[in-house]
Nanobody, 120 residues
Framework: QVQLVESGGGLVQAGGSLRLSCAAS????????MGWYRQAPGKQRELVAV???????RYGGSAKGRFTISRDNAKNTVYLQMNSLKPEDTAVYSC??????????????WGQGTQVTVSS
């Protein structure tokens, strides 16, 4: 059974930083694309960042230049370093895993989500 467990969310002031972590289990971690979605109240869910099995990264428009996704295959963990946070980054961030590197499709697995709140 695949499990994705996020951690690292919380409350931070605008301009601050947070690092989210997602520990994966139940599948061969290094073989799959991993990433992060977020959803703010009243808004559509949006893709934040993706990292393929080969380490190629993709970012949503709101994340470019401020967020960095990385993975540690030895630890079965994917990270999202978020810098220069803005109040509009406030959302529930969920970790995702895809079938192979097909990140352009809907994720195959979802974590439970972690709340990020950025105060102004």
């Amino acid at each position: 059974q695949v499990q994705l467990v996020e951690s690292g969310g919380g409350l931070v002031q605008a301009g601050g930083s947070l690092r989210l972590s997602c520990a994966a289990s139940g599948r061969t971690f290094s073989s799959y694309a991993m990433g992060w979605y977020r959803q703010a109240p009243g808004k559509q869910r949006e893709l934040v960042a993706v990292i393929t099995s080969g380490g190629t990264t993709r970012y949503g428009g709101s994340a470019k230049g401020r967020f960095t996704i990385s993975r540690d295959n030895a630890k079965n963990t994917v990270y999202l370093q978020m810098n220069s946070l803005k109040p509009e980054d406030t959302a529930v961030y969920s970790c995702n895993s895809w079938e192979g590197d097909k990140w352009y499709y809907s994720p195959q697995y979802w974590g439970q989500g972690t709340q990020v709140t950025v105060s102004s």
